[in-house]
């Protein structure tokens, strides 16, 4: 029966669009759409379907993790529809689980709406790219975009490293190697270590979360290839800092000198609802000048975000600029992105301005807001 059901949900998912589905007991299943979580009309699950469910699609080794850790993620196909990366978990007793629909189709950086620079970044020989945000803002579209330019245009070798593989490359111009830690390579540190002697011009590094990582990502940077990772933080300025604070005291400095040799750009992202439905992504941009490289240098990192602001012309732009934008173009309501911003009282002023007409000739309030 579960089998039957588990398919029948898949199905609806794919169709509807939906991002992710949640099964717990005491409720129907429910769907998050266009960001917004709703229930599915249909009977209420107890801990048995839940059960069942999850068993219906998850692998052997994967069941024995919940039983011993209490959870596991494991990443799947729906025949050629669709991937999912599931999220398997225990609460009160019972089985949970979320499945996140991964799209089999990638898109183009006009489509995701990437800041246009990025073309230009990632055809660089070396150096650190990273792309930030909190968990399910589209880090890993965005990434699969980007080695998908890649393979489409250079004859590289690219390894991945992702926990689990999400979106799935077909070798194009660039010869590609997934690895899947916990299935093809122990752990992160290990696979990347690993990397290093497979003659690599890119290493995509799925998650950056740990001293070991970061360490060798970046060392991987400064000796000669594009490496690209991930973190959940928001913001360019916070990201930097967010790196530095992983290391002990006693090492920052020379991290700072690594890193300001080593990185070329963080792009920050936010993914909001979209009127009438839909999401759409805000996006932060830093491009690593020779004067940003020093203010990382020098521990001036709080000056980073005044410099992406007065970095239009480099191809920067700010998180809260960006959310204005969507607002100023009523693709979203005040109140998302508001809720998405780094400085949420600022932006809430901005808009409070805007709505009273207080905006110079440009359409966009002078910057007196430092």
Same mark, same amino acid.
């Given at each position: 029966?579960?089998?039957?059901?588990?398919?029948?949900?898949?199905?609806?998912?794919?169709?509807?669009?939906?991002?992710?589905?949640?099964?717990?007991?005491?409720?129907?299943?429910?769907?998050?759409?266009?960001?917004?979580?709703?229930?599915?009309?249909?009977?209420?699950?107890?801990?048995?379907?839940?059960?069942?469910?999850?068993?219906?699609?998850?692998?052997?080794?994967?069941?024995?993790?919940?039983?011993?850790?209490?959870?596991?993620?494991?990443?799947?196909?729906?025949?050629?529809? %669709?991937?999912?990366?599931?999220?398997?978990?225990?609460?009160?007793?019972?089985?949970?689980?979320?499945?996140?629909?991964?799209?089999?189709?990638?898109?183009?950086?006009?489509?995701?709406?990437?800041?246009?620079?990025?073309?230009?970044?990632? %055809?660089?020989?070396?150096?650190?790219?990273?792309?930030?945000?909190?968990?399910?803002?589209?880090?890993?579209?965005?990434?699969?975009?980007?080695?998908?330019?890649?393979?489409?245009?250079?004859?590289?070798?690219?390894?991945?490293?992702?926990?689990?593989?999400?979106?799935?490359?077909?070798?194009?111009?660039?010869?590609?190697?997934?690895?899947?830690?916990?299935?093809?390579?122990?752990?992160?540190?290990?696979?990347?270590?690993? %990397?290093?002697?497979?003659?690599?011009?890119?290493?995509?590094?799925?998650?950056?979360?740990?001293?070991?990582?970061?360490?060798?990502?970046?060392?991987?940077?400064?000796?000669?290839?594009?490496?690209?990772?991930?973190?959940?933080?928001?913001?360019?300025?916070?990201?930097?800092?967010?790196?530095?604070?992983?290391?002990?005291?006693?090492?920052?400095?020379?991290?700072?000198?690594?890193?300001?040799?080593?990185?070329?750009?963080?792009?920050?992202?936010?993914?909001?609802?979209?009127?009438?439905?839909?999401?759409?992504?805000?996006?932060?941009?830093?491009?690593?000048?020779?004067?940003?490289?020093?203010?990382?240098?020098?521990?001036?990192?709080?000056?980073?975000?005044?410099?992406?602001?007065?970095?239009?012309?480099?191809?920067?732009?700010?998180?809260?600029?960006?959310?204005?934008?969507?607002?100023?173009?009523?693709?979203?309501?005040?109140?998302?992105?508001?809720?998405?911003?780094?400085?949420?009282?600022?932006?809430?002023?901005?808009? %409070?301005?805007?709505?009273?007409?207080?905006?110079?000739?440009?359409?966009?309030?002078?910057?007196?807001?430092?």
């Amino acid at each position: 029966m579960a089998t039957v059901q588990i398919d029948k949900l898949l199905e609806t998912v794919v169709r509807e669009k939906v991002s992710d589905l949640h099964i717990t007991a005491g409720q129907p299943p429910v769907v998050r759409l266009s960001g917004r979580m709703q229930r599915l009309d249909t009977k209420s699950l107890d801990g048995e379907d839940t059960s069942a469910l999850m068993k219906s699609i998850t692998p052997e080794r994967n069941q024995q993790e919940l039983q011993e850790k209490g959870g596991t993620d494991f990443g799947f196909a729906f025949g050629d529809k %669709a991937r999912f990366r599931v999220a398997v978990f225990k609460q009160r007793g019972m089985i949970g689980m979320v499945l996140r629909r991964v799209p089999n189709e990638f898109l183009t950086f006009e489509q995701l709406g990437l800041p246009p620079i990025i073309g230009d970044l990632i %055809a660089r020989p070396r150096g650190l790219f990273l792309v930030t945000g909190p968990t399910g803002s589209g880090k890993t579209t965005s990434l699969a975009s980007m080695i998908n330019h890649i393979n489409e245009h250079e004859q590289h070798h690219i390894i991945t490293l992702e926990d689990p593989i999400e979106y799935y490359h077909q070798h194009k111009k660039s010869t590609i190697n997934q690895r899947e830690v916990g299935v093809d390579v122990p752990s992160f540190p290990e696979a990347l270590r690993r %990397a290093l002697r497979m003659d690599p011009d890119i290493i995509l590094v799925g998650e950056m979360r740990d001293l070991e990582t970061i360490g060798s990502a970046i060392t991987a940077a400064e000796t000669g290839h594009v490496v690209f990772g991930t973190l959940h933080t928001t913001g360019a300025q916070g990201t930097v800092d967010r790196i530095i604070d992983v290391f002990p005291t006693s090492q920052q400095e020379q991290i700072r000198t690594q890193l300001a040799n080593a990185i070329i750009g963080i792009l920050s992202q936010a993914l909001l609802p979209r009127k009438p439905k839909g999401l759409v992504a805000a996006y932060e941009m830093l491009v690593v000048t020779p004067a940003i490289a020093n203010l990382i240098r020098e521990a001036k990192t709080f000056r980073i975000n005044s410099s992406i602001q007065t970095g239009r012309k480099y191809g920067m732009q700010l998180l809260d600029d960006a959310l204005f934008d969507l607002w100023r173009k009523d693709l979203c309501d005040e109140k998302d992105v508001v809720t998405k911003s780094n400085n949420p009282g600022e932006l809430k002023a901005r808009i %409070a301005n805007a709505k009273k007409g207080v905006l110079d000739e440009e359409g966009e309030e002078e910057d007196d807001d430092e």
